[in-house]
């Protein structure tokens, strides 16, 4: 089955029992049980309690893994709650190469929470596949990549940096929050864990939080499944719903986002007030090449500096009008943020522009909207610059 069919047909669409034609959302936190110790079975799962199984739940992870061509997914109450349960496969002594422009809520969570619990971390230019490599050390179980990055839209080489990881018997995740299944799938290029905030694209109607890990390995799922009942990182039947009618749409929506980035990303980069512009679908990024190998599209995230720093950058977002200034991203309506002071803020200065996000960078989530009303929107912020 191709991708769009799949994001409608896979994951129990229909309920069995009524025929119901969109899957009901259980909202209960336990099921009956007709003797003791013998629980029902539904979806292929036993129901002993809703931390440890919701059909609701179970039918979001089925589509999930079938976009992503996998045979595991799990479904979390965010993407970081997803992080955390990664996190909580590992122990103290264990060792982590991670590229260094990720999500500034995972740098926060490495630096912050697990560092302190003997994790250890270092943060490398994953696009430099010879840092990559130079940073292993004998205890490194993980590798974690994010691919396009963010906030700086750098591209990876997944299918190298994997083979890096697997030469010293490491695991390698990617973030594919960014790309989405409909652009790129990590598990085919070798990776063995996928991460998503389906609050972004997956979702894509900026109205709930949550997180997938997707996977092949069976040992792994088995310690992710685990962890996600030991810990109770789960999501709660409504926002599985949500999330999974969100996705029945991810391919109409990406179409539409990448062709509104495409077209926005080549008019700011011709505007005279723009210095610097972001998008791996420029000829002009470095990444260009490896973008159109890896990915079937660009994606709808995009970066840019003004000539006039910070000050003209605060001037702009304060006057658009069309675009919401906004932390998150991946939803149908336009957002900008400004990494600096918002998604980043939580990245030490020295950091920040160490690895290259200015106090001036503007972040664009493109949205569905007609391009012509965003341009009109970014034309007039513009002047006012
Ligand atoms: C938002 C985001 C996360 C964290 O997800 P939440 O759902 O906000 O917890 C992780 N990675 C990336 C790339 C993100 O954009």
Known sequence: MKFNTKALHSGSPNDPQTGAVTFPIYQTSTYGQSTPGKPNRFLDRELNYGRGENPTRTALEQSLAALEDAKHA?????????????????????????????????????????????????????????????????????????????????????????????????????????????????????????????????????????????????????????????????????????????????????????????????????????????????????GHKLAAEQMNDFGAMLSFELSGGADSARVFLENLKVFTLAESLGAIQSLANHPASMTHASMEPEVRHSVGISDGLIRLSVGIEDVEDLIADLTTALEKV
């Open 74 to 286: 799990l479904a979390f109450s965010s993407g970081l709650a997803g992080v955390a349960a990664m996190m909580n496969t590992l122990k103290a002594g264990d060792h982590v190469v991670a590229c260094q422009d990720l999500y500034g809520g995972c740098y926060r969570m490495f630096s912050k929470v697990y560092a302190n619990l003997g994790i250890e971390y270092t943060f490398v230019d994953a696009t430099d596949l010879d840092s990559v490599r130079s940073a292993f050390r004998d205890n490194t179980v993980l590798l974690w990549l994010e691919s396009p990055s963010n906030p700086l839209i750098n591209i990876t080489d997944i299918r190298e940096a994997c083979k890096i990881a697997q030469s010293r018997n490491a695991k390698t995740l990617v973030d594919n929050t960014f790309a989405t299944p409909y652009l790129q799938r990590p598990l085919a290029l070798g990776a063995d864990i996928v991460l998503h905030s389906t609050t972004k694209y997956i979702n894509g109607h900026a109205d709930v939080l949550g997180g997938a890990l997707i996977t092949n390995d069976e040992e792994l799922y088995r310690s992710l499944k685990f962890v996600q009942n030991a810990c109770g990182f789960v999501p709660g039947p409504q926002d599985c719903f949500l999330i999974s009618r969100g996705l029945r749409t991810l391919g109409l929506r990406m179409e539409r986002h990448c062709a509104n980035a495409k077209l926005l990303a080549e008019w700011l980069s011709s505007h005279a007030k723009v210095s610097k512009v972001f998008y791996p679908g420029l000829e002009s990024h470095p």
